[in-house]
Nanobody
Framework: VQLVESGGGVVQAGGSLRLSCRASGMITSVFWQNTPEWYRQVPGGQREFIARISSTRNIEYGDNVQGRFTASRDNSRKTVYLQMNSLKPEDTAVYYC????????WGKGIPVNVSS
């Protein structure tokens, strides 16, 4: 089982990006039970909670991204997504998906750079 991360890059302020984390090789019924989360971290800063997606697709968001970011999951593709709109320079960070491969698992991080 491997975690495949994609979607980061450089974007101008006001633009959009969609991040994804896919559990390659995982049985769908196992993926379905997990509760994936998204976080971000700037250099020298603390990891900041962005979103949590339950197995029933109940979604909780952190205060800083309400209304701009949308988290989702596609169980058939064993993938979680983070759609980020109206990006701001302060959204520049490394974004992490967690718990996709199981509780306590972390991705290597997806760099996002928002230029002003």
């Amino acid at each position: 089982v491997q975690l495949v991360e994609s979607g980061g890059g450089v974007v101008q302020a006001g633009g959009s990006l969609r991040l994804s984390c896919r559990a390659s090789g995982m049985i769908t019924s196992v993926f379905w039970q997990n509760t994936p989360e998204w976080y971000r971290q700037v250099p020298g800063g603390q990891r900041e909670f962005i979103a949590r997606i339950s197995s029933t697709r109940n979604i909780e968001y952190g205060d800083n991204v309400q209304g701009r970011f949308t988290a989702s999951r596609d169980n058939s593709r064993k993938t979680v997504y983070l759609q980020m709109n109206s990006l701001k320079p302060e959204d520049t960070a490394v974004y992490y998906c967690a718990n996709v491969l199981g509780p306590g698992s972390w991705g290597k991080g997806i760099p996002v750079n928002v230029s002003s």
